[in-house]
């Protein structure tokens, strides 16, 4: 039976919005310009949001893109950043984006002292 | 007589990717969900943007939204992002926020502690 409307859109709400755990925590936050360039990117994107939950001390994410893209990932500790930057997969996927999918980057590894929220 | 539109396309991506200093400095990472009220949003957000490079402190700003919006601004230091969240226009809109345009947020303060870019 399918689930009545209200539930679908609960879930939505939750899994947009990361639900990371108590302050600190770690956000590495990437902002970005693609190029014209849509071959293999949104599979790639997709392939590497489903490898980050796999990593170990991955928190969650969040994502959204006009002209300009944001997509922050939370982590544990600096040390899963590290292993989920080094991650084979995920090189690969930097060394293409460098290539072929992005036109400008910046990455910013910051440590999330203080949070808050409002959720209905 | 305009502009060659090299120009154009290099002022763009300098003013969509803040440019900010070197690290440390700290980021605001407001992720948010809208309700369907449309009455003054936009009139707001870009006055609040308007608002904030006037503040002491102010660093750049980096904002996208689809069905999550995600808007970060950078600051030098806590006191002027305190000195922000302060100021009375911000205040009016941050209730009118809570009460009317987003169904849902949360704000995280982080201390950028390293960065990396790739601008071409």
Redesign the interface.
């Known amino acids: 039976m399918p689930q009545p409307p209200i539930w679908n859109i609960r879930l ?2 939750t899994y ?3 639900n ?1 755990p108590t302050t600190p925590y770690y ?1 590495v ?1 990437f ?1 970005s ?1 693609r190029t014209d360039i849509e071959a293999g990117y949104e599979e790639m994107a997709h392939e590497m949001v489903r490898l980050a939950a796999l990593q170990p001390g991955y928190l969650g994410h ?9 997509t ?1 990932s939370y982590w544990e500790s600096l040390e899963a950043i590290k292993a989920w930057k080094a991650q084979s997969d995920h090189q690969i996927a930097q060394k293409q984006g ?1 290539e072929i999918w ?19």
Request: charged residues 25%; aromatic residues 8%.
């Open positions: 939505t709400l947009m919005l990361a990371t956000a936050i902002t310009i969040e994502s959204a893109r006009n002209e300009l893209g944001i922050i460098r992005y036109s400008s980057y910046k990455t910013r590894i910051a440590l999330v002292e203080r949070d808050y929220e409002m959720i209905l």
